[in-house]
């Protein structure tokens, strides 16, 4: 008897312990990726492309290009790797998302659906740069009088002067938007 009560008292506690444990470890793993990503959606395994849109047809497409600098906002780098994820359009799914890399003089380019906002803001392009040294997170800000970035942006780029601020450009349903970063 003394057995089968030691071995039912066995069994509770690893189911509470199983238990406890499929409980806490996402939010463990989450509170460790928090710190290495401050935006929602991102996702490490986004497929490699630069056509981001649902249709070739879209009517709110946004096209995005830019230079990716070193830090010293001058020298332009090749082969970074650019993840870029967003709201789907009409959505609370971040299901646009892209990994591409830049060309020989530093240069990316992808074309978008025009995001979804969450409530209470305006829609926004998540990005993530890096390099083999270096990792850099920012957004690009998006809304009818243009295109914006933060003061977060802002402090960790200064370095490229002029080049900083992105130029946003309406033609024929397509917004074009020139949006350098340094990491």
Known sequence: MKNSTSR??????????????????????????FSENPYLGYNPYAEDKNDLRTGIFSDNS???KGIIYENDGAT?????VVEVWHLSPNSSKYRHRAKLQTDEQGEYEFITDFPNREEGKNARIYFKIS??????????????AGAHITCEHWKKNQQLGEKLFPKKE?????????????I
């Not at 332009?76 to 970074?80: L, V, Y």
């Not at 390099?131 to 009818?144: A, G, S, V």
């Not at 033609?171 to 020139?178: A, P, R, T």
Request: hydrophobic fraction near 50%; avoid cysteine.
């Open 76 to 80: 332009p780098i090749r082969n970074a």
């Open 8 to 33: 039912r008292l066995f069994m509770r506690n690893s189911a509470f312990a199983i238990t406890g444990l499929a409980v806490l470890t996402p939010t463990l793993t989450n509170a460790f990726n």
């Open 170 to 182: 309406n033609f024929l349903g397509y917004s074009n938007i020139q949006f350098n970063i340094s």
């Open 131 to 144: 390099n083999f040294e270096k990792i850099n997170f920012t957004e690009l800000i998006l809304n009818n």
């Open 62 to 64: 946004v096209a995005v």
